[in-house]
């Protein structure tokens, strides 16, 4: 579903709505590696219309090599993008308050002198240990 989300909105950004395959990877590529923003949008736009099927419905066509939004792809495409409604805003599952599902605070971080402090003995005893010599003195 997000790939068919993410073929209309990159037919859609060139001019005539026209991509050749090899334009159409390339931007594929970038848009699924450039982080979890995209997924995250594409999954918000794709749950507006859960039976959406690019080419069945005729919001693309395959034409010589390429593919092309048809005129009701990008009306779709615009529906999708549209703010949501009173009644969908209604009708969207309530917002959790963080504190009221939050069990316990979380304990504070140890200091950077006591990191400091732990590095340095576990140096001195990797170095101990490989010159088989300690510095402790034995009781």
């Known amino acids: 579903m997000n790939f068919q989300v993410t073929v209309l909105k990159i037919l859609v950004a060139y001019p005539d709505g026209f991509a050749v395959m090899e334009d159409l990877k390339r931007d594929m590529a970038i848009l699924a590696t450039s982080g979890r923003d995209w997924a995250d949008r594409t999954r918000r736009l794709a749950a507006r219309v859960p039976d959406l099927d690019i080419f069945s419905q005729g919001l693309v066509e395959r034409i010589s090599g390429g593919w092309k939004i048809t005129s009701k792809g990008r009306a779709l495409l615009q529906l999708m993008e549209a703010r949501p409604t009173a009644l969908e805003r209604a009708e969207a599952p309530p917002v959790v308050e963080a504190s009221a599902t939050s069990?316990?605070?979380?304990?504070?971080?140890?200091?950077?002198?006591?990191?400091?402090?732990?590095?340095?003995?576990?140096?001195?005893?990797?170095?101990?240990?490989?010159?088989?010599q300690s510095k402790r003195v034995l009781r």
């Open 103 to 132: 069990p316990a605070p979380v304990p504070p971080l140890r200091q950077p002198a006591d990191r400091a402090k732990r590095r340095r003995e576990r140096r001195e005893r990797r170095r101990e240990a490989r010159t088989g």
